[in-house]
């Protein structure tokens, strides 16, 4: 089957290598995003795809606009029969959907209907979710609305961060990726409608979205910090200056008497912090214009004292 793969973020990296690796159908292009300035030297950046397929010397096309009469006439031009969106990071227009002899299917991370948009791996760990899975469906042009064809599941172990997260996720999806190609080869997949009541959403994040806040449970601020590595990253304050909060873990001690974001121990395991609901260990940490470093490092020069606090 003759094959346009669209995909952008190292996420879709795994699926794209499984498609190169296999013979049974035959890649004949990449989509990617175009390069992008990027870093203080704004310098242009390739996305994670496009330095994969020309390492494997797989023809790049990165169209600016998907709607222009160019970029239609020359994907028509290759002939595809089934488009593989994965992590792309743009909608296809119906006129781009359209051109496919059979359809486009998208390979999304979470289990559809819940989590539809760009950060679906951040919001599951953040909302404290115990699974997910990836999902493929037939696209439509409303983002991640179409029918379902496959789906798989996963467990989110409670170590997990963002980006332990998302390489299982593409694993995962790989395999259910070629499983699927086969059953539409062979035409035994069938459609389902995705129940429009249990839709929730996964935008994407923003670095206010990282902002510790202190009242909350330490559960909920320990999963805040999971989600959002590497971005935005859960953050804190400390005499005005920003702390980046890289690893944690749960107390469940009584502290009575101390303040949500009060500082009640510090020890060689990291920084015991109260909240609004048991107390927080800071593992790791990174101070502002500071590099990552445990807990117990940072306070060999940092003159941290119980009863201080966090903001």
């Given at each position: 089957?003759?094959?346009?793969?669209?995909?952008?973020?190292?996420?879709?990296?795994?699926?794209?290598?499984?498609?190169?690796?296999?013979?049974?159908?035959?890649?004949?292009?990449?989509?990617?995003?175009?390069?992008?300035?990027?870093?203080?030297?704004?310098?242009?950046?390739?996305?994670?795809?496009?330095?994969?397929?020309?390492?494997?010397?797989?023809?790049?096309?990165?169209?600016?606009?998907?709607?222009?009469?160019?970029?239609?006439?020359?994907?028509?031009?290759?002939?595809?029969?089934?488009?593989?969106?994965?992590?792309?990071?743009?909608?296809?227009?119906?006129?781009?959907?359209?051109?496919?002899?059979?359809?486009?299917?998208?390979?999304?991370?979470?289990?559809?209907?819940?989590?539809?948009?760009?950060?679906?791996?951040?919001?599951?760990?953040i909302n404290g979710e115990k699974e997910t899975g990836?999902?493929?469906?037939?696209?439509?042009?409303?983002?991640?609305?179409?029918?379902?064809?496959?789906?798989?599941?996963?467990?989110?172990?409670?170590?997990?961060?963002?980006?332990?997260?998302?390489?299982?996720?593409?694993?995962?999806?790989?395999?259910?990726?070629?499983?699927?190609?086969?059953?539409?080869?062979?035409?035994?997949?069938?459609?389902?409608?995705?129940?429009?009541?249990?839709?929730?959403?996964?935008?994407?994040?923003?670095?206010?979205?990282?902002?510790?806040?202190?009242?909350?449970?330490?559960?909920?601020?320990?999963?805040?910090?999971?989600?959002?590595?590497?971005?935005?990253?859960?953050?804190?304050?400390?005499?005005?200056?920003?702390?980046?909060?890289?690893?944690?873990?749960?107390?469940?001690?009584?502290?009575?008497?101390?303040?949500?974001?009060?500082?009640?121990?510090?020890?060689?395991?990291?920084?015991?912090?109260?909240?609004?609901?048991?107390?927080?260990?800071?593992?790791?940490?990174?101070?502002?214009?500071?590099?990552?470093?445990?807990?117990?490092?940072?306070?060999?020069?940092?003159?941290?004292?119980?009863?201080?606090?966090?903001?």
């Amino acid at each position: 089957m003759n094959i346009v793969f669209f995909g952008s973020s190292e996420f879709a990296v795994e699926s794209l290598s499984r498609l190169v690796s296999t013979k049974a159908h035959r890649l004949i292009f990449v989509v990617t995003q175009p390069d992008k300035k990027q870093g203080r030297g704004m310098k242009l950046s390739s996305t994670a795809i496009k330095n994969y397929a020309l390492e494997h010397s797989i023809p790049v096309y990165q169209p600016r606009y998907l709607r222009s009469k160019e970029t239609l006439e020359y994907l028509r031009n290759l002939k595809p029969e089934i488009f593989v969106v994965i992590a792309y990071g743009k909608i296809l227009p119906q006129e781009l959907l359209d051109i496919p002899k059979l359809f486009a299917i998208n390979l999304h991370a979470s289990l559809l209907p819940k989590y539809r948009g760009a950060a679906p791996i951040n919001w599951a760990i953040i909302n404290g979710e115990k699974e997910t899975g990836v999902t493929i469906i037939k696209m439509s042009v409303a983002l991640d609305a179409g029918e379902i064809i496959a789906q798989k599941k996963v467990n989110i172990g409670d170590d997990d961060t963002a980006p332990s997260l998302e390489k299982k996720l593409a694993f995962l999806g790989s395999d259910l990726l070629l499983e699927t190609l086969e059953k539409i080869v062979n035409n035994q997949y069938t459609l389902a409608r995705q129940d429009e009541e249990k839709v929730t959403l996964a935008p994407l994040l923003n670095k206010n979205d990282g902002l510790i806040n202190w009242k909350l449970a330490a559960q909920k601020l320990h999963d805040l910090i999971r989600g959002t590595q590497a971005w935005p990253g859960a953050f804190t304050h400390y005499q005005a200056k920003v702390i980046k909060l890289w690893e944690s873990a749960l107390d469940l001690e009584v502290a009575p008497g101390k303040e949500p974001g009060e500082i009640i121990a510090l020890s060689k395991e990291g920084i015991l912090v109260k909240t609004g609901k048991d107390n927080l260990l800071i593992k790791q940490l990174q101070p502002e214009s500071g590099k990552r470093m445990s807990a117990y490092d940072f306070l060999q020069g940092h003159k941290l004292r119980t009863g201080d606090k966090f903001l």
